[in-house]
């Protein structure tokens, strides 16, 4: 495949698999089967992540070991010792990890780090990508599932009993279905005054959208130092109606009812379908901002080593268990530019909120997203609070509330006053 061009390697892939699904399909757990052979650096092209999408998880059998691995003799040498190689992420281009470097620190994900013989550290130093490819089997094109395939962390952190849907629709047309209320049940064991970050992960007509709520719960002590924890009391998806789209106006009356009920917000959202969200929470003095989860990966390793240091307490929800054990980090061609997180289009999961149903069902990555964003706003509201003190939030919520309380006659004749002063 590798001397193909990209379109021809892929219309030959879309023949055979189809060829061999229509003749074999009842009795491809039987015998035989379809062998792909093509390099790391090869994979670039498309077609063996094209490859990999179409044939279901359970039934593909990748096999890229690295030549330490394979011819051993080569780095008898090394005498054991090994150096770390960190594979690269979003933001992060593959790279030689120093022994005295905190990964953590440096909000690299543990999961993406390789170790390799010392001997070949100079080959690495020198070319990173193409030694990654060449010696070490890593194609940077492909995927790798971002937990790891252990969801142990996961379910461990998911310790809360979930009494409130897991996914809910509210009528477009009806005002009155309120998301509050159908919530409500999980929302009375948050304390009044708590400060919420909250982010939505707007689905307008596809997907659902996700939303979650997350506050600051206290630090865990780890080693010598010290790291926050944090809480998500609240996680959901909202769904429409068939034939109508997400509605905005009930997404906002969710944040205007919690501020109504005794709680501080900041919340969250992409870009994407939020400019009018955002336009009526300036109007209302509510803090928010724009975090994409999309186009880099912080926010995602952030969640993961959270999640797999037990600092978070979260609700038992299927969804997002079903998302977190098929979330994978997608590689589309050379450059960090094109890393991402990224879910299969069609989900390969039995388990969770998929348990007991049939036929083709859609990957989704929407719960997912909407706890990487509020964890993320969290922390960097930590961050703000530990940085500055707690008068930085003081301050804001104080002017948020002067600009709501201000009277527009009040603001006319002070702007008058001070030019009749200037004159005289």
């Not at 189809?18 to 994979?43: E, I």
């Not at 040498?77 to 190689?85: A, K, L, P």
């Not at 281009?93 to 620190?105: Q, S």
Request: charged share 25%; aromatic share 10%; net charge negative.
């Amino acid at each position: 495949m590798g001397f193909w061009r990209p379109q021809d390697a892929k219309s030959k892939m879309d023949e055979v698999l189809t060829r061999y699904s229509s003749r074999f399909a009842n009795k491809r757990f039987w015998f035989g089967g379809v062998v792909a052979d093509s390099s790391a650096k090869d994979s670039d092209h498309g077609a063996t992540q094209r490859f990999e999408e179409i044939v279901p998880a359970n039934e593909l059998y990748k096999l890229s070991p690295a030549q330490w691995e394979t011819r051993p003799e080569l780095y008898e040498e090394s005498h054991g010792q090994t150096f770390r190689m960190y594979k690269g992420d979003s933001k992060q281009l593959p790279r030689v990890v120093e022994d005295d470097e905190d990964i953590i620190a440096q909000g690299m994900d543990p999961d993406r780090i390789i170790n390799v013989p010392i001997s070949a550290k100079h080959l690495f130093l020198a070319n990173p990508i193409r030694n990654l490819q060449d010696l070490a089997g890593v194609p940077y094109t492909g995927q790798d599932l971002f937990f790891s395939g252990d969801l142990s962390h996961v379910l461990r952190c998911s310790s809360i009993r979930n009494d409130a849907p897991e996914v809910l629709t509210v009528d477009f047309y009806n005002k009155n279905d309120r998301i509050y209320d159908k919530v409500q049940s999980m929302i009375w064991r948050i304390p009044k005054g708590t400060h919420l970050t909250v982010h939505y992960d707007i689905g307008l007509r596809k997907d659902i959208t996700g939303v979650c709520l997350c506050f600051y719960n206290g630090e865990k002590q780890i080693g010598n130092a010290s790291y926050p924890c944090f809480k998500i009391p609240l996680i959901f998806g909202v769904s429409r109606i068939k034939g109508q789209s997400t509605s905005l106006d009930h997404l906002y009356g969710f944040i205007k009812d919690l501020v109504k009920n005794g709680y501080t917000i900041t919340f969250s959202a992409d870009s994407f379908a939020s400019a009018g969200l955002f336009q009526s929470l300036e109007r209302d003095g509510i803090e928010y901002k724009s975090i994409s989860i999309d186009k880099t990966m912080d926010a995602g390793i952030m969640l993961k080593n959270i999640i797999n240091s037990d600092r978070l307490e979260m609700p038992y929800h299927n969804t997002f268990l079903r998302e977190c054990s098929e979330i994978r980090v997608v590689t589309n061609g050379v450059g960090n530019q094109h890393i991402k997180l990224d879910h299969p289009v069609v989900s390969n999961c039995t388990e969770f909120d998929y348990k007991n149903k049939s036929g083709s069902l859609p990957g989704t990555k929407d719960l997912f997203d909407a706890a990487c964003g509020a964890v993320y706003s969290c922390y960097l509201k930590y961050s703000e609070y530990l940085e500055g003190g707690i008068s930085v939030g003081v301050n804001k919520t104080m002017k948020a509330t002067e600009n709501i309380v201000k009277d527009a006659r009040e603001e006319s004749m002070k702007t008058f006053q001070n030019m009749l002063e200037n004159l005289f």
